[in-house]
T-cell receptor, first 119, second 112 residues
Framework: DAGITQSPRHKVTETGTPVTLRCHQT?????MYWYRQDPGHGLRLIHY???????DKGEVSDGYSVSRSKTEDFLLTLESATSSQTSVYFC??????????????????FGAGSRLTVL | QKEVEQNSGPLSVPEGAIASLNCTYS??????FFWYRQYSGKSPELIMS????GDKEDGRFTAQLNKASQYVSLLIRDSQPSDSATYLC????????????FGKGTKLSVKP
């Protein structure tokens, strides 16, 4: 168990309001990610972090910012939420993985997800 | 353009049959390939990884990779109703941690 906790799990907000989603991990993983998942688009990377205060943009970063001031926390902020940001947001960590089903890096373990509705 | 293509399905198979899920990718230089399973309302979970051409088997699951054809597949033998889920193909582009690209997923339904 990678010990990933996302909060809040569900949120309804109005257009134009700021929203922050939190991802907390307990196992000191270096890499953390934020994805969004929408019907017809699959999972798309928003931002990722490769260390404290080290972040980079993903495929769909417009309208989002992130911060990582501690190894265990990766925050995703929507400065002014829009209806197009209604989605399910998944946090993930990356770890090397060895087991019966394979070995290697770049293996993602996901949190339970945060469902955001922007009205 | 980094693309991972999957047939969206739904793919319906009877219980006990072999389910075959397919995925193609656009970057010939890709080296790492994954299959994730996602139950409705849940988060994706890794079920197989493959890095070399050929087959890799784990229980009822077999991942197949053909880099020349840029093709990855997942076979599920003796399919069970509990295998009903969406299966996501994922490909690492450029060897970077941040470049894991997911397909849109294939929905599998196993009928009792």
């Amino acid at each position: 168990d990678a010990g990933i906790t996302q909060s809040p799990r569900h949120k309804v907000t109005e257009t134009g309001t700021p929203v922050t989603l939190r991802c907390h991990q307990t196992e000191n993983h270096r890499y953390m990610y934020w994805y969004r998942q929408d019907p017809g688009h699959g999972l798309r990377l928003i931002h990722y972090s490769y260390g404290v205060k080290d972040t980079d943009k993903g495929e769909v970063s417009d309208g989002y910012s992130v911060s990582r001031s501690k190894t265990e926390d990766f925050l995703l902020t929507l400065e002014s939420a829009t209806s197009s940001q209604t989605s399910v947001y998944f946090c993930a960590i990356s770890e090397s993985w060895t087991g019966a089903r394979g070995t290697g890096a770049n293996v993602l373990t996901f949190g339970a997800g945060s469902r955001l509705t922007v009205l | 353009q980094k693309e991972v293509e999957q047939n969206s399905g739904p793919l319906s198979v009877p219980e006990g049959a072999i389910a075959s899920l397919n995925c193609t990718y656009s970057d010939r230089g890709s080296q790492s390939f994954f299959w994730y399973r996602q139950y409705s309302g849940k988060s994706p979970e890794l079920i197989m990884s493959i890095y070399s051409n050929g087959d890799k088997e784990d229980g009822r699951f077999t991942a197949q990779l053909n880099k020349a054809s840029q093709y990855v597949s997942l076979l599920i033998r003796d399919s069970q109703p509990s295998d009903s889920a969406t299966y996501l193909c994922a490909v690492v582009y450029g060897g970077s941690q941040g470049n894991l690209i997911f397909g849109k997923g294939t929905k599998l339904s196993v009928k009792p």
